[in-house]
């Protein structure tokens, strides 16, 4: 079954810090990848999108992820972490023709130390 | 602004009773769809509908029901057939794009809790 998985489960990094989130997904064809977070209590926001083209894509807040296809990865990345930046990240995945719904990874919690 | 509001933010129920949680999207958004989130477990599809008075099931729909009247509202009924319905309940809406990836917009969520 196509699955995405998001291995840590939580994440402690210093304020200043760089932050990688790590996604993998299940082998398909046409994967359009997504990245979202979530603030406690809130519903979810979109930070970037992979559909084709750069395999590194910019999203909003500072947020990078790059797509590699050949470790079916696509990990989200951060230079400078801020305290705003605490929050639960989401990675998500569809195949083309699978009527566009999203599979979502358990996601990853962050914490930011001062 | 658009948007989806979800109504109500929170809601207590007793065992045995049917609630039903509101959604309501102005984005003119063909497609709408219920997540449950439980700590842990990520997101995971209840129903959804890609045009109105046409719904499919997700993969956890037993214990609910869904409707979509009207375009702009998709409501989700949690009935006492639901064995566990205390959760986070998001609903989102989309485009759809024929053979590729939908991008889901989320309302703020409903929490639900089974007394």
């Known amino acids: 079954a196509q699955s995405v998985t998001q291995p840590d489960i939580h994440i402690t990094v210093s304020e200043g810090a760089s932050l990688e989130l790590r996604c993998n997904y299940s082998?398909?064809?046409?994967?359009?990848l997504f990245w979202y977070v979530q603030s406690p209590g809130q519903g979810l926001q979109l930070l970037l999108k992979?559909?084709?083209?750069?395999?590194l894509v910019q999203g909003i807040k500072g947020f990078e992820a790059e797509f590699k296809r050949s470790q079916s990865s696509f990990n989200l990345r951060k230079p400078s972490v801020h305290w705003s930046d605490a929050a639960e990240y989401f990675c998500?995945?569809?195949?083309?023709?699978?009527?566009?719904?999203?599979?979502f990874g358990k996601g990853t919690k962050l914490s930011v130390k001062p | 602004d658009g948007g989806i509001t979800q109504s109500p933010k929170y809601l207590f129920r007793k065992e045995g009773q049917n609630v039903t949680l509101s959604c309501e999207q102005n984005?003119?958004?063909?497609?709408m769809y219920w997540y449950r989130q439980d700590p842990g477990q990520g997101l995971r599809l209840i129903y959804y509908?890609?045009?109105?008075?046409?719904?499919q099931k997700g993969d956890i729909a037993e214990g609910y029901s869904v409707s979509r009247e009207k375009k702009e509202s998709f409501p989700l009924t949690v009935t006492s057939a639901q064995k566990n319905p205390t959760a986070f309940y998001l609903c989102a809406s989309s485009r759809q794009r024929p053979g590729g990836a939908n991008v889901l917009t989320f309302g703020a969520g409903s929490r639900l809790t089974v007394l």
């Open positions: 082998y398909g064809a046409t994967p359009y």
């Open positions: 984005l003119n958004h063909d497609a």
């Open positions: 998500a995945v569809c195949y083309g023709g699978s009527q566009g719904n999203l599979i």
């Open positions: 509908s890609q045009i109105v008075n046409d719904f």
């Open positions: 992979y559909f084709s083209g750069d395999t």
